[in-house]
């Protein structure tokens, strides 16, 4: 059976990626991924945000007491240079790149243009073999037009690609008003996959403490729905790969996701929920069920099921909803 | 060699001298010294190697004492070695330096000469210390400037090496200690070549070792002791013949030349003054002057003090003195004078009747005292010297530089004479600690040192406050070197950095005409006249000073600087004061941005870039009008209806002006009165706590953990409420024990900091918007008149009665008056909520031992303490002694106040015919273990007191003056875990052994924190602090723990912001045990570096972690004396760890020891954890088995 796809213009064994999470923060788990039969790896994202703020927040706390008292120049002993920012994980990408040899993914979380195309090439230099870009923006300025969000994805990513010569990939979100258009821009922009889509961390609040409480709710299967429509309408439609992530969590996801024209499925909360073996047990059903139904390769079962290819296209668009409705009927 | 310029403190500058000089380092922190041992330990942590080409072994100890014998032991087995200290810490060398010397061991102690502590404590510099070891036996090495400190540590260690001497090189102070100077620097070669290899290979061969055995430390008898201590003569003898060997080869490697005694002036001067340290700098500048102006004056500059060569002293003097005034800078009551004019006495003395001298008649000598606690010394002090030995009769055992008005020994000083270079440009800063001034202003002084042809000196000064700190920063520069060891007191440049000041402080008196003035405004360059006070516009004015003004803080808004208005004041400066071209001071500053901040990360550097771009157009010239046109005045800086006293002399410190005033306006002792601080109103809060009574619950739990007793609350009875100001907030109570009250919370809006620690631990949310609170922080400005009414008339309110309230709940001890309010500590402090707690609870009878630390710098730093009393006039007494002695010291007060009790009971017997059966019985059986029974016996007592009047006796004067001690009283040593873990630990352990009634609470924030974050005992594994650089490698020690296995001891672990109510519990029932009790604090910290408004949150995550598990050891229950308070771990360590810059700093600057030391750091909490729950399993009641 031939599981190989290309993704980014990598060519991996199979379809199977775990998507950036904690879990490729230890060499070790990267590694039990790979022995389970993980085609590439996306890291943990390192965020815009926390290397800013790490920054002022050493500083300030460094720096808020300095010559306070005749009795304390200072609270803190000098120590000089502190690896602040990308350097962690720059290390970590070396060290990942010398563990294992699948392709190891970047993974930038970012929303402004700022010094992150040289964050970008720093990642590329230490032996990361792509760069995915997730534009995690929640736009909360009611006087920001969408217009002017499209254009701040476009920027960073511009930025980015200009940075590196690695493929890059764009790892956004479902909430565009014409997501088509928003996908084929940023591929004219310099991308060389989406992945679809990042799943918002969406806070829950707590009625007795009266708090906002973070906490993360893992994908089901169900999950998957979204990004099998889009990569349903997208497939064939852009020049780049595609990515298929969100409630990849079982075979038939997989199945699923390729048949509507994903590259490759990325999965997280599945590894978290029954540990980095699934990974194993996942590739192997995928395996059998395209032996089942007679598949010689991913390649053959790609996009066969993607809008252009199913015997209705109107069935991922509107009608599909008007078909939901009627089938309560 | 030696031409590359440095602009350096003089701490550093010994530093880098000791550390290249030395292969072992004991260190230990005190004030002014500590730096030199934090930079050799970061030096180290860094690899920093040695002249030798080696890393030093740099080692913190346990006190001074532990240093100097860690230093002993290093130099007896052939190291070379050296410590840092000053003060009270020299005097705990005292033991080991005369063994050292008697040992003929090289060594040399760097000190930073600083004021022995007498009737009060002092940081400040002089040679009280230095003087006190002058019977060692070590040589003694005086610098004074930046340059001699380099010059003379280097001179220092190669002599002790050559000589076998043992040295102390010294310096002043803070004023040589702390002031930045540009110097030559002193480059390894020299320092090499400075240094005799055969004098190092001798003193490492006579080291001992098993390989060439020998004994040392023998013990002697009368018939052989004394022959063999007059054994060592030969290497005094020699000892200043090779100090001044070792001052000519420095001479010849730099060409800057030393002697032992340097005379400068002309060879014909008739009057000549003596001294040493920094102020012979200020004096050089007036004999310049002077002898410019015709006088013949001349001064010798002491630099071997000892061994005291009569003979190159007596050589140093011109043939034509004729008067001679020796400046002691030291007190030795009820000596024939002070050390040094002994000296010179008898140097003179022998010398002329050996005929050795160079003048035939002998000269007119007299001694006197000056600079005391670094008391400025300015060139016209000097001259009041000169002037005084013109007299006929001048004055002897004068001083100079105070006016003492009780035994008149103070020479007039004519305060308009200055001696200073006209070229020099002097500026004056006044900035808040918080604001970066200081930081900002060393930098400059480091641009114009290294980056312009100028001379440079900076110096800094702090209030003694830690919140709301101010600075004011002294910079010159100019083309002559500079000599001023003196405040700027005419400024050509003054800089305010805080509006508040202008209505506090008078900025523009040291102001020349056509000076400067630098104001950082809210106001416009077309607003800001009119909101100048009165009296600043009239100095701006009759001064013609140009004034500029910008709004700094709304540009560090703009650019992400929060607070810090630094880097915005700096480019001001160098924009104004044109000292380089606009651009290349802009230039300059960034260079000095980058290499300050630059390891902090790109976002850093840029945002402080941001600043100095954005600052330009934002700074003004403002047109001054022709007249006076303000109507704002001064506001007086005590109320009208202040004691006496605060209004005088307190009032007069406070404005900074404490130098004015005389010898009579003190107490003579050192006893002060207490609750002072309520006079001092300093306003530093931007924000302050605002009720919204609808949605509070009145648990009084922002009360408890205010750490400057700063809100409060009563209950009062309507009926008193009639003339309440019209905003006062009033409720109804809310519960049983005071129904039909109303229930009051206020805020003291001029006292309170602004913390936000209250707000952050009020438990009660609004119901209609959940970031609302029972009190939300406010701007204090437009709320502090109103508030301040409102405050007023609460303290008119009666206090809650004590036997009223439930003073085992939360709520019930925060109805109690506080008698600890308003002090100087941190915004947000962690300490002082447990101080105050202590004397809510038991402050009427407590009796309290301080050890130094933050809690007595807060405690009873001048000019207002914080230890009140109530309005029976009862309150805490309160004593600082030393820094290792809290728990003995109070232990001291046990046995007064013991014996007393049992004195006034025998005498209660003995008088019981003349007192009544009655009252004696009940005087004598009294049941005082609550508040109940000691409100009763103070009852009898008073009964007892007036039955006494008519008692004409001397039992009955007796009885009458110990009738208090009949009342039960509480007695408390208090400081931090730098005494507790470490130097006062055996005194502490002696305690918790005595079974006497004391009670020792350790507020534990895991660090030196009044030195600045040094490690103790105390410190975490894994957590950064200075003296461990690296991170801490070992586990902290487990005080409670240790004090448990005593079984006799009270014992409680505490932390107010995980459990309230465990900690008033613990506190109560550590008064009650009538024995030793222990209660081990945690107090969070700014050396913790965490947003201190979320102290207490802290608290609870470190309990929550496991990592601080809350217990009790009751031994009063001996069945079941001991309880785990705590749950189990809930979270991992790192949760609580990594909130705190402390442990996270080390993960960005060493990832993989961070991890190792953190992984570890977890294990130390799961074992902890394991012993505490394992205890809970042991049955303590179980009875010895016997057979």
Known sequence: ?329 | MGSRKVTIDGNTAAAQVAYRCSEVIAIYPITPSSGMGEMSDEWAAQGLRNAFGTVPNVVEMQSEAGAAAAVHGAVTTGAMSCTFTASQGLLLMIPTMFKIAGELTPVVFHVSARTVATHALSIFGDHSDIMAVRSTGFGLLAAGGIQEVLDMAVVAHAATLDSRIPFVHFFDGFRTSHEILKVDDLPDEVIRKMLNEEAVLAHRARGMSPDHPVLRGTSQNPDVFFQIRETINPYYTACPGIVQKAMDRLGELTGRHYHLFDYLGPKDAERVVVMMGSAADAAEEALAKLNGQGEKVGLVKVRLYRPFSVADFVAALPTTTKAIAVLDRTKEPGAAGEPMYQDVCTAIGEAMAEGKTPFRAMPRIIGGRYGLSSKEFTPAMIKAVYDELSKSTPKNHFTVGIEDDVTHTSLKVDATWEAESPRCVRCLFYGLGSDGTVGANKNSIKIIGEETDNHAQGYFVYDSKKAGAVTVSHLRFGPDPIKSTYLVNRANFIACHQWSFLERYDMLGAAVKGAVFLVNSPYGKDEVWDQLPQEVQKDIIDKQIKLWVIDAPTIAKATGMGTRINTIMQTCFFAISGILPRDEAIAQIKKAIKKTYGGRGEEVVKKNYQAVDSTLDGLFEVKVPASVTSKLKRPPLVPAQAPEFVKTTLATIIAGNGDSLPVSAFPKDGTFATGTTQWEKRNIALEIPVLDPETCIQCGKCVLVCPHAAIRQKVVDPAQLKSAPPTLKMVDFKGKEFAGMKYILQVAPEDCTGCGLCVDFCPAKNKKEAGLKAINMRPQMPLREAERTNYEFFLSLPEVDRLAVKQDTVKGVSFLQPLFEYSGACAGCGETPYVKLLTQLFGDRAVIGNATGCSSIYGGNLPTTPYTFNKEGRGVAWSNSLFEDAAEFSLGFRLTIDKFAVQAQELVKKLEGQLGDELCKALLEADQRDEAGIFAQRERVETLKQKLKKVDSSEGRMLMSLADYLVRKSVWALGGDGWAYDIGYGGLDHVLASGRNINLLVLDTEVYSNTGGQMSKSTPRGAVAKFAAAGKPVAKKDLALLAMTYGSVYVARVAMGANDLHTVKAFTEAEAWDGPSLIVAYSHCIAHGIDMARGMQQQKAAVETGYWPLMRYNPAKPEAPYSLDSKAPKMPFVDYAYNETRYKMLSKSDPARAKKLLEEAQRDVATRWGIYEALTNVNFTQKPETH
């Open chain 1, 1 to 329: 059976m031939d599981l190989s796809t290309t993704y980014l213009g990598l060519k991996l064994k199979n379809p199977l990626v775990p998507s950036a999470s904690p879990l490729s923060q230890k060499v070790d788990a990267v590694r039990a991924m790979e022995d389970a039969g993980a085609a590439a790896v996306v890291m943990y994202s390192v965020f815009e945000e926390q290397i800013r703020h790490e920054q002022h927040e050493l500083d300030h706390y460094l720096e808020r007491d300095v010559g306070n008292s005749a009795e304390a120049m200072s609270y803190f002993p000098d120590l000089g240079n502190y690896k602040i920012g990308p350097e962690e994980y720059l290390e970590h990408i070396r060290k990942l790149k010398a563990a294992v040899k699948i392709p190891v993914i970047a993974s930038l979380n970012g929303v402004t243009v700022g010094g992150w195309a040289d964050y970008a090439a720093k990642m590329a230099e230490a032996g990361a073999d792509a760069i995915e870009l997730n534009i995690y923006y929640l736009p909360t300025n009611t006087k920001l037009s969408g217009a002017e969000v499209e254009q701040r994805y476009l920027d960073v990513l511009k930025a980015v690609r200009k940075a590196v010569k690695v493929p890059v990939a764009v790892k956004l979100g479902p909430y565009f008003s014409s997501l088509a258009n928003m996908a084929t821009r940023l591929v004219e922009a310099g991308a060389n996959g989406l992945v679809l889509f990042n799943r918002f961390y969406q806070p829950d609040i707590d009625l007795e403490k009266k708090e906002v409480t973070p906490n993360v709710i893992l994908s089901t299967s169900a999950s998957n729905r979204l990004p099998m429509r889009w990569i349903a309408i997208l497939h064939g439609k852009l020049k780049a790969s595609l990515a298929a992530s969100s409630g990849v969590h079982t075979a038939e996801d997989v199945a699923k996701l390729i048949a509507v024209g994903a590259d490759v499925t990325m999965m997280t909360s599945a590894l978290l929920k029954h540990g980095i073996w699934h990974l194993a047990t996942v590739r192997e059903g995928f395996e059998r069920w395209l032996e089942q139904h007679e598949y010689k390769s991913v390649q053959e079962l790609r996009g066969s099921m993607s809008q252009k290819s199913v015997a209705d296209p109107s069935t991922f668009e509107r009608a599909n909803y008007m078909k939901a409705l009627a089938s309560f009927g």
